[in-house]
C-alpha cells in the first residue's frame, strides 16, 4: 500500500542536482509553449496541450517521476502534470459548448480562464523551485 509522505518528510529529502535542473527544464518548456500561444497565432492553452515542448514536458515527467519520489521535486511533477491534465479537461468542456451556437460564449471564457491558470501555475511552481520548497497539493 502507498501512502503519503508528510511535508516534513517530503522537506527532508534532497533530490539529485540533475533532477532540479530537469524540473526547471520541464517548467521552460510548458512555459515556451504558453508563450508561444501567447505571442504567435495559437492560443496560450492550444500551445499548451499540443505544442511539442509540453508534451515532451509531460513524458519526462513520466518517464521521471519514480525518480523524485520522496523529495520535494515529487510534488512539482504532480503539480505539472496535474496542470496539463485539468487544462485537457477543461478544453474538452469548451470544445464541446462550441458546437453549439449558445455554449460558444462559455466556451471562449473557459479558454481565457484555462489559460490564465495554466500561466499562473507555470509561474506559481517555478517560483516555488527556485526556492526549493514542495508544492501544495491537495491530497
Known sequence: ????????????????????????????????SAVTGLVGTATIVG?????????????LNYAKRADVRGTYLDTHFSWQIRTFWYAFFWVVIGVGLAVTIVGLPIS???FVATSLWILYRIVRGWLALLERKPMDIPE
Open 1 to 32: 500500500m502507498l501512502r503519503r509522505m508528510s511535508s516534513f518528510e517530503i522537506a527532508s529529502a534532497e533530490p539529485r542536482e540533475g533532477l532540479v535542473t530537469l524540473a526547471h527544464v520541464i517548467y521552460a518548456l510548458h512555459a515556451f
Open 47 to 59: 500551445a499548451f496541450l499540443t505544442g511539442w515542448p509540453s508534451l515532451i514536458a509531460v513524458i
Open 108 to 110: 471562449l471564457a473557459i
